[in-house]
C-alpha cells in the first residue's frame, strides 16, 4: 500500500503525536508499505527523514515549537500529490488541516483514516474552557469522524468516549507503537549525575509540555511531603514554566526540582533510563507515550487516579493515586519501595506494543477501509447493480442512510480467508416453483436426485419461499406441508442428503399471525402506516403477492429479536435443517430514524446467533449489505435475481427480459469475484428448461459465469420433468466444472 499521513506537527516538534506517526511510519515500511508525512514547514530546519514532505506555516511567536500549518498548494506540493497515487490518507488532526485530508483522500478516491488521539472538548486553555466552545469543538470533531471511513482510538479509554457520544462512527483501537529502544549502554544526563552524587539521592521524572492540562504541578508540590533526597527532574518546555518555576520556589523545593527543558526523543530514553520513579500528574491524557516508554525500562509509575489511569495503567506497573499533593508523595515512596516488583511487570506489558505488532494492527485497519470501499463501489447489498441511484431502481438498491462508515465485525480483515468451506451444490425450489411449493413436489425431487446420485451428484435440496405466510416463521403452512417440515427434513436425510431452509428474519405480511397478534413489533410511518421491508419499486411491487404486504419489524425491540431467535431455533434445532438461507436482510436500514450501527449491527446479530449455537450451519446471505457479512457467513449472493418463474410459458417477453438480467448479473458477478476471499460467492439459481424461453447463449453464458464463482451452484428446475437433452446440454457440464473448483 501507499499511505499519506497528514499532521499538523512533525518533528523537530516533540509530542506523543509526532512519535506515534513516526513509530507507524517505520513500522509500515518495514512490512513493505510505501509511506509519506505530510507535515508543515520549521523555519531553518533541515529534514533529515525520507519520505517527509513539507507544506507551508506561519511562524508562531507564541509557541515556537508549533508553526501556524498552512495547507496550500504551493507547485512544489501540487507536483507532489499529482504524481503520487496515495492507497490510504491517514489524518490526526479533525479541523482544518483534516479537512483538507479529506480534500485529498476524495480526489483519491481512497479511504480517509482519521486517530482520534486526544478529547478535543477538554479545557487545553482557559479561553476554551466554557460550554459554548465545547459544543462548537465537539459539533466540528463529530462531522468530521463522521468523513472518516475508519475512526483509529489511541486507547480503550477514547473508543469509550465516542461511544458514550453516540455520534454513529466505525471506531477501532489500535494503540501507538513503543519506540525501538535499547535497555542498555545510555549514559546519565548531566542533571542527573549531578544528583545522583548523592547515592541515597531518588530521581523522579515527568516527561510532557509544560501546560495547564499536564498538571505538571502535582509533582512539584508533592516534594514537599518526601524526604529531602527525593528530586524531581522535569523534562519538557510550554507556557507554563516560568509560572512552575516560581511554584517550586514558593512551596521552598526549587533545589529540588530541575527544570530541563526539551530535549529529542532519542534522548528522552537517557533521562528514563537513569531515573528511578516515573511521575504523571495529567487527568485529561488518551494514551500517554510516555507511560508505556518509561514502563519499558521499568520506571514504577504514579499517576493521578482518573478514567485515562484507571483504563490505559494496568495495577501491575504502577500506583494510583488521589489529587493531592501530600497522597502523591506517599505513592511515590510506595513505588519506590517496590521497584523491583513493578519493573519486571511493566517491562512485559510495554513489550506488547511494539512497532511491527502495532503497525501489523494498522495495516489491517488499512485493509478493512479498502475493503469495505471496494465492496460499495460494487454496490450495497446482493442486488446492486450500481453504485449510483438508476430512475427506475428500487429503493432497495442503495443505502437509505447514506453513509458507508461501517463497522465490521472482524478483528483482522487478511483473516478472513473462505477456507472451512468447500463449495457445494444442490436444488433451489424458488426458480422451479415459484411460492407454489408442497411436500409432494419436495420429494419428488429428492426421489429423482437420490437416483441420480452418480450423474447429477448433488448434496443440498433448499426449500426456498412459499413454506409459510412471511413472519409466521414456527408455523408451517400445514396445507402444503400437512405432515410438517421436520417429516421432510427426515426424508431428505434419509436420501443421505442435507435439508436447507429459507426465510426473511426482518419481515412478517401483515396478514401473518405474529403480525395480527403483535402488531407494535412493527414499524410505521408517521401516518400510521406499516413501513414497506422489501422496499421494490412500486412498478414492481404488486408483481409479488407476499411482498406487496410485508411489513418491517422492529429490531430494536427485545421482544423482536427474541421472536427471531425463537424462529431460527425452531427451523434448525426441532426441525434439523443443515443450511439456511437468509433473505431481505437490508430491511433494518430503512426503520426510520435508526442509526447505521444499529441497523449492521442487527443483521450481524442474527449471523452471530446461528454462528455460536449452531456453528456447523451453512449460512447463505441474500439481499445483504456486503460489508456488514464480512466474516459473518458462508456464502453471499453477488448479484440481482437472474430467473423469472413468473415469466414460464411467454416466451418472446421472457427471452427479452432474461436477455438483460443475465448480462447485467454476469457484469456484477464479474465485479464481486473477488470477494470470494469473505465467502462463497452465490451467483444465483440456474435453470434452463425451454418453458423460460431463455436463448441458449444467454444459458451458456451464464452457466459459465456459475463455473467461474467456483462457489455455490443450485439448480432450479423441475428436475424430473427437465428433458435428458438439456440436462445433458448444461446440467453435467455445470456439474463438471463444480467438480474441479471443488
Not at 249 to 276: K, M, Q, T
Request: with cysteine; proline share 5%; charged share 20%.
Amino acid at each position: 500500500m501507499k499511505i499519506l499521513f497528514v499532521t499538523s506537527s512533525y518533528f523537530p516538534t516533540i509530542n506523543g503525536v509526532c512519535v506515534s506517526i513516526r513509530n507507524f511510519k517505520k513500522g509500515l515500511e518495514a512490512l513493505g508499505h510505501e509511506v509519506w508525512v505530510l507535515a508543515p514547514a520549521h523555519r531553518g530546519y533541515c529534514e533529515t527523514e525520507t519520505h517527509v514532505m513539507r507544506y507551508p506555516s506561519i511562524y508562531n511567536p507564541f509557541i515556537k515549537a508549533y508553526p501556524i500549518p498552512l495547507p496550500v498548494l504551493t507547485p512544489k506540493l501540487f507536483s507532489f500529490l499529482r504524481h503520487n497515487r496515495f492507497n490510504i490518507v491517514h489524518t490526526h488532526h479533525p479541523f482544518y488541516v483534516g479537512t483538507f485530508a479529506r480534500v485529498l483522500s476524495l480526489l483519491y478516491r481512497c479511504p480517509l483514516v482519521f486517530t482520534h488521539h486526544t478529547r478535543y472538548d477538554a479545557p487545553f486553555s482557559q479561553a476554551l474552557d466554557n460550554s459554548v466552545s465545547k459544543t462548537f469543538i465537539r459539533r466540528v470533531v463529530d462531522y468530521f469522524c463522521h468523513q472518516a471511513d475508519i475512526v483509529v482510538a489511541p486507547s480503550p479509554l477514547i473508543a469509550s468516549y465516542l461511544g458514550r457520544r453516540k455520534i454513529n462512527i466505525n471506531v477501532s483501537v489500535v494503540a501507538s507503537p513503543l519506540s525501538d529502544f535499547s535497555q542498555e549502554g545510555y549514559t546519565m544526563p548531566d542533571a542527573i549525575r549531578a544528583i545522583k552524587q548523592d547515592q541515597a539521592s531518588v530521581v523522579c521524572v515527568m516527561t510532557n509540555r509544560l501546560t495547564r492540562e499536564k498538571n505538571t504541578r502535582i509533582g512539584i508540590e508533592a516534594m514537599q511531603y518526601v524526604p529531602s533526597q527525593y528530586h524531581a527532574v522535569i523534562v519538557g518546555d510550554g507556557p507554563e514554566r516560568k509560572a512552575l518555576e516560581r511554584l517550586a520556589a514558593a512551596c521552598g523545593v526549587a533545589d529540588r526540582v530541575h527544570f530541563i527543558g526539551a530535549v529529542s526523543h532519542e534522548e528522552l530514553s537517557r533521562f528514563y533510563s537513569h531515573a528511578d520513579v516515573f511521575l504523571l500528574g495529567s487527568t485529561t491524557e488518551t494514551q500517554s507515550m510516555s507511560v508505556l516508554e518509561a514502563a519499558y525500562f521499568g520506571l514504577p509509575i504514579v499517576a493521578i487516579d482518573s478514567e485515562f489511569s484507571r483504563a490505559v495503567i494496568p495495577d501491575k506497573v504502577g500506583i494510583r493515586t488521589q489529587l493531592s499533593p501530600a497522597l502523591f508523595a506517599q505513592a511515590i515512596m510506595r513505588a519506590y519501595k517496590n521497584t523491583k516488583r513493578i519493573s519486571a511487570r511493566g517491562r512485559a506489558w510495554a513489550g506488547e506494543f511494539t512497532r511491527e505488532k502495532q503497525a501489523a494492527a494498522m495495516a489491517s485497519e488499512y485493509e478493512k477501509a479498502l475493503a469495505i470501499r471496494k465492496c460499495l463501489r460494487t454496490g450495497w447489498q446482493s442486488w446492486s447493480t450500481a453504485h449510483r441511484i438508476g430512475l427506475f431502481a428500487s429503493p432497495h438498491l442503495y443505502n437509505p442512510l447514506r453513509k458507508d462508515n461501517y463497522a465490521i465485525s472482524v478483528t483482522d480483515i487478511n483473516r478472513v480467508l473462505q477456507k472451512s468451506r468447500a463449495p457445494i451444490a444442490g436444488w433451489n425450489s424458488w426458480a422451479a416453483f415459484g411460492p407454489r411449493i408442497d411436500e409432494e413436489k419436495i420429494l419428488r425431487q429428492v426421489d429423482w436426485i437420490r437416483g441420480h446420485t452418480r450423474d447429477i451428484p448433488l448434496e443440498y435440496v433448499v426449500i426456498d419461499d412459499g413454506w409459510t405466510v412471511w413472519g409466521d416463521w414456527m408455523m408451517p403452512d400445514t396445507k402444503k406441508f400437512p405432515a410438517g417440515l421436520k417429516s421432510v427434513v427426515d426424508r431428505i436425510h434419509a436420501s443421505g442428503l442435507q435439508a436447507g431452509i429459507w426465510m426473511a428474519p426482518f419481515c412478517a405480511c401483515g396478514f401473518s399471525h405474529m403480525a395480527k397478534q403483535f402488531p407494535s413489533w412493527c414499524v410505521y410511518d408517521k401516518h400510521g402506516l406499516p413501513i414497506d421491508a422489501a422496499q421494490f419499486h412500486p412498478l414492481v411491487r404488486y408483481a409479488f403477492s407476499q411482498q406487496c404486504s410485508a411489513r418491517l419489524l422492529d429490531v430494536r425491540q427485545d421482544a423482536v429479536w427474541n421472536y427471531i431467535k425463537q424462529s431460527i431455533d425452531f427451523l434448525l434445532r426441532t426441525c434439523e435443517f443443515d443450511f439456511i438461507k437468509l433473505d431481505f436482510l437490508f430491511a433494518p436500514y430503512f426503520i426510520p430514524g435508526i442509526k447505521i450501527r444499529e441497523a449492521s449491527g442487527a443483521i450481524r446479530r442474527v449471523f452471530s446467533y446461528i454462528r455460536q449455537t449452531y456453528p456447523n450451519v451453512f449460512i447463505d446471505a441474500c439481499g445483504c449489505p456486503l460489508v456488514d457479512a464480512i466474516g459473518c457467513v458462508d456464502a453471499m449472493r453477488v448479484g440481482p435475481d437472474v430467473i423469472m418463474p413468473y415469466g414460464e410459458g411467454k416466451r418472446l417477453a421472457s427471452s427479452i427480459v432474461h436477455a438483460a438480467r443475465v448480462s447485467t448479473a454476469v457484469r456484477v458477478i464479474k465485479n464481486r469475484a473477488w470477494t470470494r476471499a469473505f465467502w462463497l460467492l452465490d451467483p444465483d439459481i440456474f435453470a434452463c428448461r425451454s418453458e423460460l424461453g431463455i436463448r441458449g447463449k444467454d444459458l451458456q453464458k451464464f452457466r459459465r459465469a456459475i463455473s467461474e464463482c467456483k462457489g455455490l451452484v443450485f439448480l432450479g428446475d423441475d428436475l424430473p420433468a427437465l428433458s435428458q437433452d438439456r440436462i445433458d446440454r448444461y446440467i453435467r457440464p455445470l456439474l463438471d466444472a463444480q467438480k474441479t473448483n471443488v
